[in-house]
C-alpha cells in the first residue's frame, strides 16, 4: 500500500489536512468521498485536480466514492462565486449526472473484484427522502448560525454587497450532511475536495462529531493556478471540456502542449500518474533542451490518452504535424472531418458547387478567378508562384499552372491549399 499524503505532497498536491489523518490512514484501507456539482453534462478540466486525487487514492490501496450531486447541483455552492448559481430541473441534472459518470470510469476502477473498488453515489437518493422540517429539525439544530456565519465563503458574499440566499446559505449544512450521510452508512471517513471546500467539510466533521459521536477527517488540495495569473482551463473559445464533443480530442492536446515551461513543471505532477524518478528525469531532459517542450508532451501524451484513448492522441499528433511540420497527401486523408475543420478552423473557405468544379480546366484557374480572388487575385501572381514552387493542394507540391483538377477530395468534399510555408486556405465542393 503506497503512502497516499506522501504521494500528494511531492506531486505539489497537499494543501490542508486533519492533524490525525496520516496515523488513520496507517491503519489500514479507508474510504474517502470527493464531490462533483453535475451543473454540465461534461466535467471540464478544472475538475481533473479532484478526479486525479481520486485515483491516487485508489492507487495508494484506498477505497474511493466519488458524489454527483444530484441534490446539492440543484442549489449551488456560494464559495468563490460573486453570483447566486442557476438552478436546474431534475431532467437536466439526471442527464448530466449519467454523462460524468462515463466520463469517471476512465479513471477509476469501478469495477476490479478488490474491496477498494471505486463508488459513484448522488445525494439526491438520500436527500430527496428528508422533508424541509425533518432535516432542520434533525440535522440544522446541531449547527449553529455562528458557525456557519464564521466560514470565509459566506462572509466573503456578505462583504461585497450581493448579499447571500438562505438557500446557498444552506449548502455548508446539506454537503456537511452528505459526509455524515455517507460515514454513517458506507463507511466513509475522510472528505477530499479543492481548498475552498475545508469550511463546508470541516462542517461535516463536526455533524459526524455531534450526530454520531464519531470522527472523521479533512483533506483539501490547492486550487491550480496559471503563472501568468490567468485563470486555469480557459482558452479564448471557453472552458477545456472532457467531453470530445464539447472541446475535440485535436483541441484538448494542443491545450496542454502549449502550457508555459513553469506550468508544465508544475502540471506533469499534478495530471498525470508518471512517477517521481521519471518526472524529475524529464525536467532534466527539459532543462537541456526547452525548444523541445519535452514537458508538455509528455502531459498531452498522459492526459489526452487518459481522457480519450491512444487513437484520439495520435490523430491529434498526426493533425499537429500536418499543420506545424512535415506531412504527406496520405497523412492529411487519414483525419477524420471533425479533426480536419479543427486543426484549419479559421483558415478562409471558399466554396464551389461541383458542377462549376468539373468544369474547371486547370488548377490556376481554381486558385485564382473561381476561388474568388480569395487565394490569388490575378492569373499572373498565381502562375508565378506555382512556377517557384511555393504551392501545394492536398500537401501534394504543385509545378504546373496548367495541371488537371485530379485530386482526390478530402472526406469528399475539401481541397486543402497551402500558399508558402504558412499560410492556408479550404476550398469546399458543395453537391
Not at 416 to 424: D, R, S, T
Request: aromatic share 10%; glycine share 8%; charged share 25%.
Amino acid at each position: 500500500m503506497n503512502n497516499f499524503i506522501e504521494e500528494l505532497r511531492w506531486r505539489g498536491m497537499l494543501q490542508d489536512m486533519s492533524p490525525d489523518i496520516e496515523e488513520h490512514l496507517n491503519k489500514g484501507m479507508s474510504s474517502a468521498y470527493l464531490g462533483f456539482d453535475p451543473t454540465a453534462d461534461s466535467l471540464h478540466i478544472g475538475h481533473l485536480v479532484g478526479v486525479m486525487t481520486l485515483l491516487h487514492f485508489q492507487r495508494a490501496g484506498h477505497k474511493p466514492f466519488a458524489l454527483v450531486g444530484g441534490a446539492t447541483g440543484m442549489i449551488g455552492d456560494p464559495s468563490f462565486k460573486s453570483d447566486e448559481r442557476n438552478l436546474l430541473d431534475k431532467a437536466t441534472l439526471d442527464h448530466n449526472v449519467a454523462c460524468i459518470k462515463g466520463q469517471l470510469g476512465k479513471f477509476l476502477d469501478f469495477e476490479t473484484e478488490s474491496k477498494n473498488k471505486a463508488a459513484l453515489v448522488n445525494n439526491y437518493d438520500w436527500m430527496s427522502q428528508f422533508s424541509f422540517l425533518e432535516f432542520i429539525r434533525d440535522v440544522g439544530k446541531h449547527i449553529t448560525v455562528n458557525y456557519m456565519m464564521a466560514k470565509d465563503s459566506v462572509k466573503r458574499r456578505l462583504e461585497d454587497g450581493n448579499g447571500l440566499s438562505f438557500t446557498e446559505f444552506s449548502y455548508q449544512l446539506i454537503q456537511g450532511y452528505d459526509f455524515f450521510h455517507l460515514w454513517k452508512n458506507m463507511n466513509v471517513s475522510i472528505q477530499l475536495g479543492g481548498s475552498d471546500q475545508w469550511g463546508n467539510i470541516l462542517t461535516g466533521t463536526e455533524l459526524i462529531r455531534k450526530m454520531g459521536r464519531g470522527n472523521a477527517y479533512a483533506l483539501t488540495v490547492p486550487l491550480i493556478t496559471k503563472a501568468d495569473g490567468t485563470k486555469f482551463g480557459k482558452t479564448e473559445s471557453g472552458s477545456v471540456w472532457l467531453d470530445s464533443e464539447k472541446t475535440s480530442p485535436y483541441a484538448f492536446y494542443q491545450f496542454w502542449l502549449n502550457v508555459s515551461d513553469e506550468d508544465a513543471s508544475k502540471y506533469i505532477r499534478i495530471f498525470t500518474t508518471l512517477d517521481q524518478e521519471t518526472v524529475e528525469n524529464l525536467e532534466k531532459e527539459h532543462l537541456q533542451a526547452p525548444h523541445l517542450r519535452i514537458l508538455q508532451k509528455e502531459i498531452a501524451k498522459a492526459v489526452t490518452t487518459m481522457v480519450h484513448s491512444e487513437k484520439e492522441y495520435l490523430m491529434a499528433i498526426k493533425a499537429s504535424e500536418i499543420l506545424f511540420g512535415k506531412s504527406s497527401t496520405e497523412d492529411l486523408a487519414e483525419l477524420d472531418e471533425r479533426t480536419f475543420l479543427q486543426v484549419f478552423e479559421g483558415v478562409p473557405l471558399v466554396e464551389i458547387d461541383m458542377e462549376e468544379f468539373e468544369s474547371i480546366e486547370n488548377v490556376l484557374e481554381l486558385l485564382s478567378e473561381k476561388s474568388k480572388g480569395l487565394i490569388f487575385p490575378s492569373k499572373g501572381e498565381g502562375r508565378k508562384m506555382i512556377l517557384g514552387g511555393g504551392v501545394s493542394i492536398n500537401k501534394q507540391k504543385i509545378t504546373d499552372p496548367n495541371a488537371p483538377l485530379t485530386f482526390e477530395l478530402l472526406q469528399h468534399q475539401y481541397l486543402l491549399v497551402q500558399k508558402g510555408k504558412k499560410h492556408y486556405f479550404i476550398i469546399q465542393i458543395k453537391k
